[in-house]
């Protein structure tokens, strides 16, 4: 059971784990989305800034060849000047009217060449602007697709440490699956073996029970034949109105015991954990006390649960007490068990020790909620919190009333009569299934709020650790406390029934009357002693004993072994369901492991698709983007390469889109249809499932139907044997005072006689006398 319950723990530690790794991946999944779409804003811009670069380009070659124009009209004009001048200058003789003409047309030319010059700056400036901010948006751009090589970088190592944690993970499960395989086919074995043996054992139960059939048979013949014991003085004492004592009681008492202390020491340490692993909870959430000190009503909350241990080890003393208490020379009754007096008063201590921390608890709870990243979630849990702490406070006050109860007549005779003892351990038997459905809602809360708080942004490795431990306790208290009521519920007949009741009589057994059976136990074990001295012939008083040791150690053996065949057999098919389990866990990793790659490289086909091309390519952009200004011209036809490059992937796209959205669409067709197969097995298996627990429950019932006759039948045994002993004893009593009483007769008949003799010798004496006178 160790065993299974630390690989439940591993179990559930891999699926907290993979949880965060799924959390993580989703997380990776949100990134890489992000970055496609920044990835294609960039490239959009990109684009826009090469058509207006292109557009630049395009007005620049304008201009320049504009500027080469009005150079060329410049000189052409300077010459007309210089002709027109040397005109003037021969012409100067002709008169004014050449002389003002020639003036006005060299200022229009003189006009006209500063608007050009004027333009022509103006142009210089424009280009030189637009040359620098070619240069900013591409050192710009240059800056953003490192950031992107190296964001790509950390998604890379990301996925490839996840890649090597499922790897681990299926190989570790894999291991688990072989130690359980080998696990399971040694308690095959065992099972085997077990089974075996029982049928062993039931064939000497039958044996033996035939054997007592047959001495019940002969024993009641003789009883029957005999005329029984009337007291005409006491009536009371006919019938055999007399309590035997109860030997099989007692043993069962006493497993019944020994079963009970070993789950109250498991509901004590689940309950000293809990309340421990609360303590360190509140010295850390919401306030972590190695920072900044924590709320008084926190600071009292700890003390109190400081504290719990001396409340809650008594109820294990006390009940180790009552354990001992319990052998097989006493006489098990309500109103003998004294130590259930003290269990009671420390289950009535625990419970004040409940209500006193309750407030607290709650309290805690609610500054939980006053926190400042407290989301509307984790206020809910919290409310649901506190009513589970309120529920499980009322059902332990609800069994400290019934353990009270069932104290009581030991302490006072007569305080309850047995119809009732029977209904408060019926309502005691619900009261422990109430708990356990309690402490499992609890429970259930708590996994939900630890899943809600390691969402938060605040949360440290320290309150995650301790809310497993918690999380632990937790469920050690609920299986702890589904056992009790389990047990509780198995053995209700056993409680409820009476071992010591006189026949023909109602009233309970009192400790006069305990005390009176063992005295007379004690005499009939003296008597036998004296027969066996006396009657040599008998069966000797050790071989019935061994006899009687050997069929009881054989009942007991069978049924022992009888639950070890049940236990093994849940094992086998609790071990059967979790290697299923895991090896589905294993496959449904494998799958996504290999979707994750196949995501993965198909983000990186993207990814390098939206970065420009191949690695090749890029290397010759980043060689090209380093040259200097004098490879200009290089360098805008290379930029003119990868655009035309940027336009064909932009032709590409739709029928990348439809590939895609036909690998998507059949994807979800193969889903769409394992979700069909899983459904129809899930529904084949719940039918089987609900036929399997439908036959259980029947052979339970027959079970215990044939439990019970077996169980009947060994008392009538029991009965008839004391009955028949009892009667042997009455028989040989008065035949001793018969024998007695015909000797007395036959000394009073001879003394008679005697005296007969003596008055006829004396009578003959006289007449002779008479005669010779």
């Known amino acids: 059971m160790a065993n299974v319950t630390d690989l439940q723990t591993k179990y559930s530690k891999l ?31 990109l ?37 027109s001048e040397a005109k003037g200058k021969k012409g100067k003789s002709k008169g004014d009217s ?67 944690k499922y790897v681990e993970t299926i190989e570790r499960l894999q291991s688990d699956k072989a130690r359980l395989e080998v696990k399971s086919q040694t308690l095959e074995r065992e099972a085997k073996e077990c089974r075996m043996r029982t049928e062993e054992c039931q064939q000497q139960l039958r044996r ?35 309590p035997s004592h109860n030997r099989r009681h007692q043993l069962k008492a006493r497993d019944v015991a020994g079963q ?3 789950f109250i020491q ?6 000293l954990n809990f309340h421990s692993y609360t303590e360190q909870r509140v010295h850390i959430y919401p306030l972590d006390s190695s920072i900044e000190p924590i709320s008084p009503l926190n600071q009292k909350f700890s003390q109190y649960l400081h504290e719990n241990a001396a409340y809650v080890r008594p109820l294990e003393d006390s009940f180790l007490q009552l354990y001992q208490s319990i052998t097989e020379d006493t006489v098990t009754v309500l109103e003998t068990v004294v130590k259930l007096k003290s269990f009671a008063d420390n289950f009535s201590t625990y419970t004040h020790f409940l209500q006193k921390i309750l407030p607290y608890q709650l309290k805690s709870l609610e500054e939980e909620c006053e926190a400042p990243l407290c989301t509307t979630a984790l206020t809910a ?17 609800k069994l400290q009333n019934y353990i009270n109860l069932l104290a009581l007549p030991s302490v006072r005779q007569d305080a309850m009569p047995q119809s009732s003892t029977s209904a408060v351990f019926t309502q005691l038997a619900a009261c422990l299934h109430s708990l356990h459905d309690a402490i499992k809602e609890m429970s259930k809360h708590y996994n939900q709020k630890a899943g809600i708080e390691q969402e938060l942004p605040t949360v440290t490795q320290k309150l995650c650790t301790t809310t497993e431990c918690l999380l632990g306790s937790l469920g050690s208290l609920t299986s702890s406390t589904g056992k009790i009521a389990t047990f509780f519920s198995n053995n209700l007949d056993f409680f409820t029934s009476s071992g010591y009741n006189p026949r023909g009589c109602t009233v309970a057994l009192n400790p006069l009357q305990a005390e009176s059976m063992l005295a007379n136990k004690k005499k009939a074990a003296i008597y036998i002693n004296a027969i066996k001295k006396a009657r040599p012939q008998s069966v000797p008083y050790r071989e019935a004993l061994s006899n009687r040791r050997i069929l009881t150690s054989s009942t007991e053996s069978r049924e022992g072994l009888t639950q070890q065949v049940q236990q093994s057999q849940e094992k086998i098919a ?12 294993a496959q449904l990793g494998k799958v996504r492991l290999e979707k994750e790659n196949q995501r993965i490289a198909d983000l990186e086909a993207q990814f390098a698709a939206a970065l420009g091309g191949s690695p090749t390519s890029q290397t010759a952009a980043a060689s090209t983007l380093a040259q200097s200004q004098e490879e200009a011209e290089t360098e805008l036809r290379a930029t003119g390469k990868e655009m035309t490059l940027c336009t064909s992937l932009v032709g590409d796209e739709e029928s990348r889109e439809q590939l895609i959205k036909t690998h998507y669409m059949a994807r979800v067709g193969e889903l769409t249809t394992q979700l069909q197969i899983s459904d129809s097995k899930a529904v084949h298996f719940h039918s089987e499932c609900r036929a399997l627990a439908k036959r259980l429950t029947i052979a339970e019932k027959s079970r215990e139907t044939l439990s019970d006759d077996v169980k009947m039948a060994n008392q009538n045994i029991t009965r008839l044997q004391d009955e028949l002993a009892t009667t042997k004893r009455s028989y040989e009593d008065q035949l001793s005072m018969m024998s007695d009483h015909l000797c007395s007769m036959n000394e009073t008949l001879s003394k008679q006689r005697e005296e007969i003799d003596t008055l006829k010798l004396g009578s003959k004496g006289n007449a002779k006398k008479n005669k010779g006178r």
């Open 208 to 242: 033996c029970q035939s054997e007592l059939n047959r001495q019940v048979k002969q024993s009641s013949s003789v009883i029957q034949e005999k005329v029984p014991f009337n007291d005409t003085k006491f009536s009371d004492y006919n019938s055999l109105n007399v």
């Open 574 to 585: 609790r071990l059967e369901q979790e290697k299923e389990h895991w090896l589905l866990e």
């Open 15 to 45: 699926a907290q784990e993979y949880s965060k790794l799924r959390a993580q991946n989703q997380v990776l999944k949100k990134a890489v989305v992000d970055e496609q779409a920044s990835s294609a804003s960039l490239k959009e811009q």
């Open 98 to 164: 050449p002389s003002q003409h020639g003036l006005q047309t060299q200022s229009v030319f003189d006009e006209d060449l500063q608007k050009k010059i004027e333009e022509n700056e103006r142009l210089h400036i424009q280009f030189y602007e637009a040359d620098e901010q070619h240069r900013r948006q591409e050192a710009e751009l240059k800056a953003r697709l490192e950031e992107l090589e190296k964001d790509a970088e950390q998604h890379q190592t990301a996925v490839a440490g996840l890649t090597t």
């Open 381 to 397: 849990k919290n409310k649901e919190l506190q009513s589970d702490t309120k529920k499980v406070t009322s059902v332990f006050e």
């Open 266 to 271: 498991d509901l004590v340490a689940a309950l």
């Open 47 to 83: 684009k826009q800034r090469d058509q207006s670069l292109r557009k630049q380009e395009q007005e620049m070659d304008s201009l320049s060849f504009r500027n080469q124009q009005l150079a060329k009209r410049v000189e052409l004009l300077q010459e007309e000047l210089a002709v």
């Open 260 to 262: 009970a202390l070993s």
